[in-house]
């Protein structure tokens, strides 16, 4: 391969996160091209993804800047403009409104496949180079550039190689980089359901002492759609997925007290294990780490992906910088700085997902006596409220 042929950066994965990143690199002038195993599926207005996102401020900002927001908005999704938290022991509720914060809404659902959609129609305009189908075979490393060996043979050469392969990465593997794995012997069953009294663009959320259930606001139906995001001990879930739809509406009901008045419709469920997951490195060699390559996290708070294009921001500034003084974008004390700032928020976020999850996800006597006036305190509190809010929206 000549140098002629040499990438500026070569990205594994072209989930949300992945091809965000190859969307914004190639638009501030790198040569990127970008490795999937395999095309997404169209998104389809009649077929709502199943896998929602709880979308913040900040990354809608930088779609925005990408120039598929606007396509994103316009095709559905939901805003919303209030959070409602609550505890079944009691207690308190701690309630976020957009009102109070000077907002038109809080942030937006968005279907995970209508995200990748509109990030796949922008690449070719942005002159990424799109491998696809693509399978990762070998990664060989040396001090001036990281070469990518595909299952076909082919071979990339860039100067940053970044992995956004998922959580079960096999780039992550190739580069030597551990992960600190911690598994909450818990699933997620989502869905959607339909219910008698309207959403009122409010994200809903109930702690039990089986984890919590969340109804997050869906377009359509009059505001009377929800999805369902249902934390469940594994055996609980795989129960739920087996029943008929009646009698998992009945327990679905209960768990959420007839919140939203009675559950009218259900569609297909499914059903994924939840666990904690930190990469033990950000960087190995010219390498980068990022999304959920990097950092799983419980979804109780909703900000998987949020975290995951705060990985793309920052990188995206780093490199910025990098272009303007006509450095390498594969340099090692910069990546090291993003790394250990990326790691250190993203670590933070990850076990205090994790701390809320024990706290409010067992039936001991003491934590159930704390939950309720602790999220009452918040709530009572509006620098704390505010504060809350503002680092969940990236703000």
């Known amino acids: 391969m000549s140098r002629r042929d040499m990438l500026d950066v070569a990205i594994v994965g072209a989930g949300v996160v992945g091809a965000a990143a190859a969307l ?3 638009r501030d002038g790198w040569n990127v091209a970008l490795v999937e195993a395999r095309e997404p599926p169209r998104w389809r207005m009649d077929q709502p993804d199943l896998r929602v996102y709880a979308f913040a ?10 120039g598929v927001w606007t396509s994103i908005r316009d095709a559905r999704v939901q805003p919303y ?7 079944a022991a009691g207690g308190d509720e701690l309630h976020f409104d957009a009102d109070a914060f000077g907002r038109r809404e809080l942030g937006w659902i968005v279907e995970n496949a209508l995200l990748v959609d509109r990030l796949w129609s922008a690449l070719p305009a942005a002159g990424v180079r799109v ?29 940053l190689v970044i992995a956004a392969d998922g959580g079960d990465s096999r780039l992550r593997a190739l580069a030597g980089i551990d992960t600190y794995t911690h598994d909450y012997g818990q699933n997620a069953l989502v869905a959607f359901v339909d219910h008698e009294r309207p959403h009122e663009a409010t994200c809903w959320q109930r702690f039990l002492p089986t984890g919590p259930i969340a109804f997050l606001p869906f ?18 879930a795989t129960r739920l997925l087996q029943v008929d739809d009646t009698a998992f509406l009945r327990e679905l009901d209960h768990a959420f007290a007839g919140t939203l008045g009675t559950l009218t419709t259900v569609s297909k469920r499914v059903a994924f294990p939840l666990r904690r997951q930190l990469a033990q490195a950000s960087v190995a060699g010219r390498v980068a780490v990022i999304g959920d390559a990097a950092h799983v ?27 303007a003084a006509n450095r390498d974008p594969g340099a090692p004390a910069p990546l090291a700085r993003w790394a250990r700032e990326r790691r250190s928020e993203n670590a933070l976020a990850a076990y205090s997902f994790d701390g809320l999850n024990r706290l409010f996800s067992n039936d001991n006597l003491l934590a159930t006596l704390a939950r309720g006036p602790l999220l ?8 704390l409220r505010h504060a ?7 703000l």
């Open 57 to 66: 401020p900040d990354n809608a900002a930088l779609l925005d800047d990408l």
């Open 219 to 236: 377009a359509g139906e009059d505001g009377h759609r929800s999805s369902i995001v249902w934390t469940l001990p594994e055996t609980e």
């Open 297 to 323: 996290v419980h979804p109780l708070a909703g900000q998987g992906v949020n975290l995951g294009l705060r990985d793309v921001a920052q990188l995206r500034a780093l490199l910025q910088k990098q272009r």
């Open 81 to 87: 403009r209030g959070m409602r938290v609550w505890d």
């Open 376 to 383: 009452g305190l918040v709530g009572k509190l509006p620098p």
């Open 388 to 394: 809350f809010w503002k680092r969940a929206a990236g």
């Open 24 to 26: 914004a690199l190639a």
């Open 131 to 159: 491998v696809c189908p693509g399978q990762l075979a070998a990664l060989e490393q040396d001090e001036a550039h990281a070469t990518l060996e595909l299952d076909d043979g082919a071979r990339l050469r860039a100067r």
